[in-house]
């Protein structure tokens, strides 16, 4: 849905392009381009927010000022370039000055604002991962992760007493988007803290982060490392992540680098929390997480021997000879 936005806003955008060339091509005066660069400002203004200063402390400043001024020559280049384009156009087609209102081409360029603005929310499409090009996803790389927190704060207030379906139907629909990967970070962190309970939204991270089409494709960069820090201090859900992160690993030993650190396995396999779980249960968890840590060396010490090539034999003595 959003990048079918995406694909539409930018077809509209179009429009404020042109605007100049039907005003250059009927052989309007320059003087309208003052009018055509207020538009595309206005224009940049409403799509890219990123590119201005967001408070009124920030317009205060001369950097801001320059900024804002720089914003503003650029487009005035643009509109003379396409005014220019427009009237060459113009000449080689032979087609002289027409008697059409200005104020046509100008609410041609005019119409791409809020056409632009029904389809694209900026802030809206950026904290889903979602940027037009590449210098929006730059401007708001800064940002990125303040609105991931944001973008979490739904999921943590979910209660424990909710249904695991719609917990995990909520998990999966948050987490569907380009920036995943920041978001199951955020998650990560705020649950780090054991003594929150939480217990319905883990075992739908624990789920969703675990899942093959997630591991797989290596898209979610250490989904294993968080699924496990997500389920580490209870260890009903260390035995739900266990027997999937075993089967994991030897299904994709490539992803070996999304899985927990070998040593940190082995550490908490040595130190289990205190737990109502039979002692038998327990060293059964204890020698599962030392055998995914060797699982996981393995998988590493494979990819290491791979990457590098076959060292030479070295060289025989030659034997002696009387």
């Known amino acids: 849905m959003m990048l079918t936005r995406m694909r539409l806003a930018k077809g509209m955008a179009a429009l404020l392009y042109l605007g100049p060339l039907i005003a250059g091509l009927c052989g309007f005066g320059w003087s309208m381009v003052f009018s055509f ?16 200063p967001s408070t009124p402390s920030e317009w205060l400043t001369a950097p801001a000022w320059l900024a804002a001024l720089a914003q503003v020559l650029s487009q005035l280049l643009l509109v003379c ?18 008697d059409l209102d200005p104020m046509l081409p100008l609410s041609v360029s ?24 590449d210098e929006a996803e730059a401007a708001h790389s800064s940002t990125a992760p303040g609105l991931a927190a944001t973008s979490i704060i ?65 898209q979610v960069a250490e989904s294993m490392a968080n699924a496990f820090e997500i389920a580490n201090g209870n260890l009903d859900l ?40 039979p002692a038998h249960l327990q060293d059964d968890l204890s020698d599962g997480l030392r055998a995914l840590a060797r699982s996981v060396e393995t998988a590493l010490g494979s990819r290491a021997t791979t990457a590098q090539p076959d ?10 000879t009387a």
């Open 37 to 52: 660069t207020a538009i595309f400002v206005v224009w940049l203004m409403v799509l890219r927010p990123e590119q201005w």
């Open 81 to 98: 370039i396409l005014f220019a384009i427009g009237r060459g156009l113009g000449g080689l087609a032979n087609i002289g000055a027409v």
């Open 110 to 133: 005019f119409l791409a604002i809020p056409l632009c603005r029904m389809l694209w929310d900026a802030r809206e499409a950026a904290s889903l991962g979602y940027f037009l090009d």
């Open 154 to 218: 739904p999921l943590l207030n979910l209660p424990d007493t909710a249904p695991d379906a719609e917990v995990a139907a909520a998990v999966a629909d948050a987490l569907d988007v380009p920036a995943a990967d920041l978001r199951l970070n955020a998650l990560t962190a705020a649950l780090s803290n054991p003594n929150r309970s939480h217990a319905a939204l883990r075992r739908a991270l624990v789920f969703w982060a675990t899942e093959p089409e997630i591991v797989a494709p290596g």
């Open 238 to 277: 260390l035995r739900l992540y266990l027997p999937r992160a075993m089967a994991l690993i030897a299904a994709f030993p490539t992803r070996a680098s999304d899985f927990p650190d070998p040593a940190r396995l082995r550490s908490v396999a040595d130190n289990l929390p205190d737990s109502d779980l």
């Open 311 to 320: 060292a030479p034999p070295a060289p025989q003595a030659a034997p002696r």
